[in-house]
């Protein structure tokens, strides 16, 4: 990445603040001399970029080349054999008299890792085109939003009407259009950029580290941190993850090679923006006060605020076309808050992970990271960044479990430990290398090369090992249930799954037949008539306009749901049917046009989720309501919904 010049920006360190080096090598082994051209095709950041472009195809198609079934141990296995082959590979070359020394064995780990990873995952959700977590929650509001992308580039709301976007776009747009451009249904390729996205973190956190620390041990940080925290479902975040932390020690600190150029760093700041903004909100306090310490101990204090403001410029301009809409819409509409209430278990979990982790060697690392941020920030120059992040997301945890005590808003800090957890282990990798060549040296030991090849082998093989349990079916992982909720979900055009697997299937959702109703009704205008639906699926599959959300807590705050929430609970007890058919039509929110509801013996119904351990609730509505005069009733036979349109 390219250099600033800034007089702020020099390379000059105290002989302490230099990291000990314990990788293989204490430098980057590549060629040091020869042409540019020569220095640039042995770079070891195009190495993995272009091992990664070889091997991703192949990692992509592979899993589709044989039937099975996911769920079984031989899917599993067959997930595990290259990675654990490639690691017997990795630490024979890393010890052979005749490569050890080699500058490529690092990068060509790094994007084959990377590559990995798509095979994997691509493995577990064989057979099906449906995203991890399935079509229900936040997974279905993201498909949700790539359908509405499709229909139209412009930055708005999943489905409500006239609304610009709350949530990040970049993700969900790229899908979008990527689907508007290949003509196929949006949802059916969510799954696959997950994957995509959740490789490029590897490969990403390997190219931005290298930046920063030698080959070797950007290889380590990547795979110790990006794969046990891999989360395809979120793959956006968890790449946001990857850049941000990198970013902020070579924007806000002061790195030995020289900050990254104030161009490419804006660029990556609007991206995380575009992204996931969620963990500039949770390191916040952290990045004041490394700014803030960094500029008093400036040579030049004057060129280093010139160089964060032409970054924030860069940013503005790069993030603008959501940011500008989102500002000036909350300015301009009431909102309802809703997103924090009623907070699930991650308001209280996850607190101290290096104590409570669910992997022990994991807990360990981010011990010795902890406990190696205090003791070396005054020394070691990423020390300090690691330690102000880490800090800030635990206070803003504290601050904000005090403040929801008090107004029952969260502002989603139990999330924030998902950035000190990540800071923790990079931390555990970087004070390993940093202290254990002076403890060699004290010691007067010379441990042979085998044991640092070996111990970097045994790290990507287990963390690899953690990725495939917690992600396949069948595993008992952490999330193994997101990736069999995808399996589960049956076909648009009937009641089957697209792949035989042995998961209990979701209730069917007649996607095809409700689009063949709507458009029967309205023709190619279907979409812009207001719908009100009891399955969020609706969304995921068809562009439609929606007057409300299941999820309360999903709801954009200028959505007005609270209020929304009491028109549906209005709408529900008018039964005289001319009422009714005037009432829907007349809502503050627009005239509801369509109906999708579950048919019950007591009626058909329409429930939303107000929050984790909230009351249901439910709205029941009769048949008698909607008279031949005013609506067409159709009944989805074979499902359990009905749907009723609005005659014209």
Known sequence: MTRSTSPAE????????????AAPSAVDPGPAHGSRVRRLLTSPSLIAVVVWLVAAPVAFVAPTLQEYDPTRLRAWLTALSPLFLGVLAFAGLGVWRRTRQAFWLAPVAAGALAAWTIFALRIAVRGTPIPFGGLWGDSGRLVAA????QASPAIADAWIPGLSAEYP???PWLIGRTAALLDTPAWRLVADFEILFVSLTVLVAFLLWRTLTPTWVAFAVAAATFLPAAFPSKAYQTITLAVFIPWVLATLGRPPRGRWHWLASGALAGFIVLTYYGWVLWGAF???ALAWHIWRTEADRRAYLWYLAKVAVVAAVV???YVVPYVWGALAQPGQTVGDLNPGPDMHQGLFPFLEGPFPALAVLQCIGFVG???LARTQWWAKGLLALTLSAYVFRFVFSAYFVVTEHSALAGYASRLSHATLVIAGVLVLVHAVPLLVERLHVAPPREVLVLALAVLVAWTGFILTKDWLPGTNGRYSDYTQLALAEPRTDAAELYNAVSVPPSAWFPADAIRAVGERAYGPDVAHHLSLSADERLYAYLPWAGYAVNERGAAPGRARMIDRYDEIHTLAQTRDPDQFSHASATTPFGAIDIFVLRRTEAGWVW???????APIVTEVFQPSQFQASDWDVTILYGS?????????
Do not use: C, H, K
């Open 373 to 375: 941020l205090v003791w």
């Open 607 to 613: 429930e939303g989720n107000t929050g984790f351990d």
């Open 10 to 21: 020099s390379t000059t360190q105290p002989a302490a603040a230099v990291p000990a080096q």
């Open 640 to 648: 359990d919904y009905v749907m009723i349109t609005r005659r014209s």
């Open 169 to 171: 776009p970049l993700f």
């Open 286 to 288: 952290g990045l004041v």
């Open 319 to 321: 993030s603008a076309v």
């Open 146 to 149: 790539a359908t509405r992308y």
